[in-house]
């Protein structure tokens, strides 16, 4: 009797220390899937200590566009770039940091993360001496409406997301046929309600077109102009001067070589200046 119970307590250890050890196995396979451990992310990481700022954000948005909703790292990361690097570009600073607060809103570093935020919203407003708006409140209260359009243009994101997914067609009627001309569905929104274009090949979220268009342009500084020159003013950076004479800002490096007399690297741009456009 007392051999037989030793084989049952035998066993049952064995069967213990089998069933922690596929908790543990499975544990590794999960910590193993963080974003932090995703390769594109530490490339990033690593692009960023060797001062490649530009091919950091792009792995970054890499980490976004194939994580989605499980990226608040690497958004907080392209808010960081954005904001102080890259433009530097304050509205796709503050779409980033608020994605980031939509995904970890009780996280330590929220509250810097929000005065980074307000920060970005500030460096909006003094981008914006020409308009004539009345009072910094008035500022402000553009800022707030900004905010309010990203949350919206989100919130349609979600909605025409589930939509697809739950296969209702145009008509309105789960499984019924769409016409010819409508079958393809909308697809999922993934950049803010404003004019956003791609700044690498993941084709994920970069430049934000202003809400409010600037006062008209001088003969200088028209895309039409046939003297190909252009007359840096405040706010300008080789991407949107790209955008302007090219249509597409990923034309930036052109200009940055036909001005290598006055440009040591692309943030090198000040007021005043008058830039070659080949």
Not at 110 to 122: G, H, I, S
Not at 164 to 192: D, F, I, K, N, W
């Amino acid at each position: 009797m007392r051999r037989l119970l030793r084989t049952v307590n035998l066993s049952s250890g064995l069967l213990l220390l089998l069933f922690l050890a596929a908790g543990c196995e499975r544990g590794d396979r999960l910590a193993l899937s963080a974003e932090t451990d995703d390769p594109q992310y530490r490339r990033g990481q690593q692009l960023l200590k060797q001062g490649h700022n530009q091919d950091a954000l792009g792995a970054f948005l890499k980490v976004i566009e194939k994580r989605g909703d499980d990226a608040p790292e690497s958004h907080l990361e392209a808010g960081l770039l954005y904001q102080q690097y890259i433009g530097p570009d304050p509205i796709a600073a503050i779409y980033h940091f608020n994605r980031y607060l939509e995904l970890q809103p009780n996280a330590r570093q929220a509250d810097l993360v929000r005065q980074r935020k307000d920060a970005a919203m500030r460096e909006f407003a003094r981008s914006l001496p020409a308009l004539s708006l009345e009072s910094q409140a008035a500022r402000l209260e553009l800022m707030s409406r900004i905010d309010e359009l990203q949350k919206e243009n989100l919130q349609l994101k979600d909605e025409i997301a589930t939509l697809h997914q739950s296969g209702v067609g145009s008509t309105g009627r789960r499984g019924a046929a769409a016409p010819a001309e409508t079958t393809s569905p909308p697809p999922p929104m993934r950049t803010p309600l404003f004019n956003l274009s791609t700044t690498g090949p993941a084709g994920a979220v970069a430049r934000p077109a202003p809400a409010v268009r600037p006062p008209a342009a001088t003969a200088a500084n028209s895309p039409s102009n046939s003297g190909r020159r252009h007359v840096v003013v405040q706010g300008d950076t080789l991407y949107k001067i790209a955008q302007r004479y090219y249509g597409s800002g990923s034309k930036w490096p052109e200009i940055l070589e036909a001005n290598r007399d006055v440009l040591k690297n692309e943030n090198a741009v000040r007021p005043g200046m008058e830039l070659r456009i080949p």
